[in-house]
């Protein structure tokens, strides 16, 4: 069993820059991928970025070039750093964490936290 809590949700004005933070915590070992996913209100749950155990990084297209995702030398804490952001950016973000690339990178994640809130004014 592995425990994910996010942290570093709020609210922003558009342009400004958020840190969220999540911290693993159980059976460690598992967390090959850690990452985050989103929903904005009316949407399903979608990927935002990922890193892997190996420094190995992925980013949805949409937020290429303004979120930055990093794991910590321990490789238990997971960060997104996200600037420059826009509106449509508002969400609930999760973080998760995954053994199999693939089932992961669409959404089947082993572990999910329980979400932070992220809203973007104008």
């Known amino acids: 069993q592995v425990q994910l809590v996010e942290s570093g949700g709020g609210l922003v004005r558009d342009g400004g820059s958020l840190r969220l933070s999540c911290a693993a915590s159980?059976?460690?070992?598992?967390?090959?991928?850690m990452g985050w996913f989103r929903q904005a209100p009316g949407k399903e749950r979608e990927f935002v970025a990922a890193?892997?155990?190996?420094?190995?990084?992925f980013y949805a297209d949409s937020v290429k070039g303004r979120f930055i995702i990093s794991r910590d030398s321990t490789k238990t804490k997971v960060y997104l750093q996200m600037t420059n952001l826009k509106r449509e950016d508002t969400a609930v973000y999760y973080c998760?964490?995954?053994?199999?690339?693939?089932?992961?990178?669409?959404?089947?994640?082993?572990?999910w936290g329980q979400g932070t809130q992220v809203t973007v004014s104008s």
């Open positions: 890193a892997t155990l190996t420094g190995e990084v």
């Open positions: 159980g059976d460690t070992y598992t967390t090959i991928h």
């Open positions: 998760a964490t995954g053994r199999q690339r693939v089932v992961f990178l669409r959404g089947d994640a082993d572990y």
